[in-house]
């Protein structure tokens, strides 16, 4: 894992189902990084009551294919709300560099 938050799926056979990415479990840091926690909370229910089945659920070629997951590049969520976070997050992390004064 690169950075915390994340998270791993990891089904009853302990086979790899979404690799590491941002997970927020509440909404406590929602003012830092301005990301809900509902979104991910509903996939992995869905994924609880789903299983296999599930629309967040990855194919082993879907794995394989994700930039960063069996390498040392971070992995890219393929999922519109995973864009979405990452996306913001690295507009706000940027934003905030940005307006640091010089040393």
């Not at 789903?50 to 390498?71: H, Q």
């Amino acid at each position: 894992m690169v950075n915390v938050p994340t998270a791993v799926w990891i089904d009853e056979r302990g086979r790899i189902v979404r690799p590491n990415e941002v997970a927020f479990a509440d909404d406590r840091f929602k003012p830092f990084h301005g990301l809900e926690a509902a979104p991910y909370l509903a996939a992995i229910r869905n994924w609880v009551s789903e299983g296999e089945r599930s629309a967040f659920v990855l194919s082993e070629a879907e794995l394989r294919a994700r930039p960063g997951t069996r390498t040392t590049f971070w992995p890219t969520p393929s999922l519109p709300w995973g864009n979405t976070c990452t996306r913001q997050a690295t507009a706000r992390r940027r934003s905030r560099i940005s307006r640091r004064p010089s040393a």
